[in-house]
């Protein structure tokens, strides 16, 4: 029979590696852009190349846990995978124009503000004062965050048209993303059962916005970036594993501290040039943007 003791022991270590599973999707997710970046290819390699990896690693779950499958589930996930397509796509894309340590911040700044405001107009999450006071103040730490991360000094009129188009891009990025979880939660999909049909979504959008390039898609960059679709999937799995083991807030806040290793590995792996100055305000747009995101884990149940 268990003495209290030990029940307060399996309890710290089941935190412990719930807390060590919530730092994977960070793990992974925030090192898969420079992955991604020193493959090379262009946005449909790397877009084509991951949806393969991330078919193949739901494909290999599939056997180990067959999933809760039905028509709903089925068209939902496969739309949700679509989406998310688009999304990933133009993040890419973006990075080809402002780089990875300008594009990661940016764009977690924006999905983090577009996903809760979609849960205030859309799902009505903020029902208390309470949340209504963090989430508006995670609000204004992401914004500013954003802002931060973006400021440069140059007036140059091609450096103003690139900076330009990579926000469009990352705004349709955005959309993207969003719209890839708002479709499974107005549903209410569970992550498990959507994986799979999910992850053939994904493919056939990298397909749709290849269009007639797909047919020059088949060489070596391609072919590395299955690796980062595996990464990818990995750190979703492990996203699903510590929701279960910590709850949303905790495992969904432990994740945005990837955006620290895109933007850091950027500059020293990458070698994209930084100011002095520019390095500072950097460094500080991004803790606002995670502490921003820890915030807004708090305002969910």
């Known amino acids: 029979?268990?003495?209290?003791?030990?029940?307060?022991?399996?309890?710290?270590?089941?935190?412990?590696?719930?807390?060590?599973?919530?730092?994977?999707?960070?793990?992974?997710?925030?090192?898969?852009?420079?992955?991604?970046?020193?493959?090379?290819?262009?946005?449909?390699?790397?877009?084509?190349?991951?949806?393969?990896?991330?078919l193949f690693f739901s494909i290999a779950l599939f056997f180990f846990m067959p999933p809760q499958l039905n028509a709903t589930v089925i068209t939902v996930s496969l739309l949700s995978g679509l989406f998310w397509a688009v999304g990933q796509f133009y993040q890419f894309a973006a990075m080809k124009i402002l780089g990875v340590s300008k594009t990661m911040p940016l764009s977690t700044g924006m999905q983090l503000a577009g996903a809760a405001l979609c849960g205030i107009f859309i799902f009505h999450e903020w029902d208390s004062a309470f949340r209504m006071i963090i989430g508006i103040s995670a609000l204004m730490l992401i914004v500013i965050g954003v802002l931060l991360t973006s400021r440069e000094r140059r007036s140059k009129g091609q450096y103003i048209n690139s900076m330009f188009k990579g926000l469009v891009f990352l705004v349709i990025s955005t959309l993207g993303y969003i719209s890839y979880l708002v479709i499974l939660r107005s549903f209410q999909i569970d992550g498990w059962s959507a994986i799979l049909p999910?992850?053939?979504?994904?493919?056939?959008?990298?397909?749709?916005?290849?269009?007639?390039?797909?047919?020059?898609?088949?060489?070596?960059?391609?072919?590395?970036?299955?690796?980062?679709?595996?990464?990818?999937?990995?750190?979703?799995?492990?996203?699903?594993?510590?929701?279960?083991?910590?709850?949303?807030?905790?495992?969904?806040?432990?994740?945005?501290?990837?955006?620290?290793?895109?933007?850091?590995?950027?500059?020293?792996?990458?070698?994209?040039?930084?100011?002095?100055?520019?390095?500072?305000?950097?460094?500080?747009?991004c803790a606002m943007i995670i502490f921003g995101g820890v915030l807004l884990g708090m305002t969910k149940n």
């Open 1 to 54: 029979m268990l003495s209290f003791d030990h029940c307060e022991a399996l309890e710290g270590v089941e935190d412990l590696t719930g807390l060590m599973i919530s730092l994977i999707p960070a793990l992974l997710w925030g090192t898969l852009p420079l992955v991604s970046a020193k493959v090379g290819g262009t946005p449909h390699h790397q877009v084509f190349g991951m949806t393969i990896g991330a």
């Open 198 to 285: 999910q992850s053939i979504g994904m493919i056939i959008g990298a397909v749709i916005l290849s269009g007639k390039k797909v047919k020059m898609l088949h060489n070596r960059h391609t072919a590395f970036n299955i690796i980062s679709g595996l990464m990818w999937a990995g750190g979703n799995l492990a996203l699903l594993i510590a929701t279960k083991l910590e709850g949303v807030a905790i495992s969904f806040s432990m994740s945005q501290i990837g955006t620290v290793l895109s933007t850091l590995g950027g500059i020293f792996i990458l070698g994209e040039k930084k100011s002095r100055n520019q390095m500072v305000l950097l460094l500080i747009g």
